[in-house]
């Protein structure tokens, strides 16, 4: 069934996805001279870098939100529909979704990427990845959750697994988490749970590597590990997870850790579209495309964001899988749409490295800009400033400044909160309850 989109004389740009780099794209797109249809499975935009404050009780889901609908209210012929998107017919230019089937004229590929579980099926069903708003409440729920159990269970092992969070992946994800829980163990938990005085919560960091965030500099990579170190967290280097079992986390030395909190932040992988044959996908699932985005064997299809591998001097195995990529993706290929309509040369897209930031907790980041690295106080006032940037809405600023304010002057987060509906905390519950 063809969906219903009006007809226009103007080309129809069917974009996949609300993230970073499709939204970048829309905004900068010639309003008279495309029409615009996006289609994400969400009808709002998120904003990744602060899931974990979602996840560790710091800020509300909606701080970090955004309507999509809302967000481009003023642009002329432009279309949303909430769909998840099946695959990809090259052949006669259309899409299917599970609500139908659009037309394009050209399609942008912007649909990001997902939790990369790397075919380990255990790890896969039992850990909690955070790569989305509802994961991120669920990680919440289940933190939560642990801490409520523990205080009502005798068992000292089952207690062990419910105070030992485990966190898989030493990125900057992994990084910010880790020093969020152990902010949440010193400031929260002596007030709010002070019967688990005598069984306290153990974090682990868990990094397969020699280094915490390697993408970074050496004197980042180390200020971050002693931050973390300071700050009470258990960081195992070169250490590789290999599966988890009966509550257990496998090792590939032999080793085993117990936890019923597996936090899961080690790489990622672009969901899979129907349509594209082996030679068009490149590492992780990523479409391989061109200097202009153009994926590779398509006249008319485009991929940006962490959806796209792009190769360029600089950027041998890609670029990094971050905001700033997709967002001067999105705004040189709306460029580069404009100048195929009006005959001209199209511009190849280099990417501008701003800088690498980290946070790790209260007055504790890293940064590397350029040939400049910072540590402490000033590299945490950058973080603030730039993340506070990319958050979309004047409101959403204003809470999350408030937020941040308030955390800061009362060292609590004010979100602790229980919320789920039949999800996989659920399940846990149910299955424990029926044994």
């Known amino acids: ?16 996805g609300g993230g970073f780099a499709g939204i970048s794209l829309i905004n900068k797109l010639d309003q008279k001279l495309f029409q615009v249809v996006l289609i994400d499975k969400n009808n709002y935009h998120q904003f990744p870098p602060m899931l974990y404050q979602v996840a560790v009780s710091g800020m509300e889901p909606s701080s970090i939100s955004f309507p999509l609908r809302r967000l481009f209210r003023k642009h002329k012929d432009f279309y949303f529909r909430l769909a998840d998107v099946r695959s990809v017919n090259t052949g006669n230019n259309t899409i299917q979704t599970n609500i139908g089937e659009f037309f394009y004229d050209y399609l942008v590929i912007a649909n990001g990427a997902t939790t990369n579980f790397f075919g380990m099926k255990n790890i896969e069903d039992a850990a909690l990845p955070m790569k989305s708003i509802d994961e991120a409440i669920t990680l919440r729920n289940s933190l939560l959750l642990s801490l409520e159990e523990a205080l009502n269970t005798s068992d000292m092992q089952v207690k062990r697994a419910l105070l030992n969070i485990v966190i898989v992946g030493g990125g900057a994800t992994g990084v910010e988490v880790a020093g969020a829980v152990a902010e949440m163990k010193k400031y929260v938990l002596p007030k709010d749970y002070p019967d688990l005085k005598d069984m306290p919560l153990n974090v682990y960091l868990i ?27 258990n960081v195992l280097l070169n250490k590789r997870v290999v599966d988890y079992q009966d509550e257990h986390v496998k090792f590939d030395n032999g080793d085993s850790l117990i936890t019923k909190n597996l936090i899961w932040v080690s790489g990622i992988v672009c969901e899979p579209l129907k349509g594209f044959s082996e030679d068009q996908i490149g590492h992780a699932g990523r479409l391989l495309v061109d200097e202009h985005n153009l994926v590779k064997g398509t006249k008319n299809i485009y991929a940006i964001g962490d959806a796209c591998l792009q190769i360029e ?67 945490w006032s950058i973080w603030l400033f730039v993340h506070l940037n990319y958050i979309l809405g004047v409101k959403n600023k204003i809470f999350v400044l408030m937020d941040w304010i308030w955390n800061y002057i009362n060292y609590d987060q004010s979100s602790r909160f229980i919320f789920y509906s039949k999800n996989k905390v659920q399940e846990k519950l149910d299955k424990e309850e029926n044994v």
């Open 207 to 233: 990094e397969g590597g020699p280094k915490l965030v390697p993408a970074m500099s050496e004197g980042a990579s180390q200020h971050a590990l002693d931050f973390l170190t300071e700050m009470g967290v």
């Open 313 to 379: 001097e600089k950027y041998p195995k890609g670029h990094p899988q971050v905001a700033p990529v997709g967002i001067q993706q999105g705004h040189k290929l709306a460029k580069n749409l404009k100048l195929l309509m009006e005959n001209k040369p199209l511009e190849t897209f280099n990417y501008f490295d701003k800088g690498t930031l980290a946070t790790v907790g209260r007055n504790k980041a890293v940064a590397d800009i350029h040939k400049i690295h910072l540590n402490g106080f000033s590299a």
């Open 1 to 16: 069934m063809q969906i219903d989109i009006p007809k226009t004389s103007k080309k129809r740009v069917v974009v996949i």
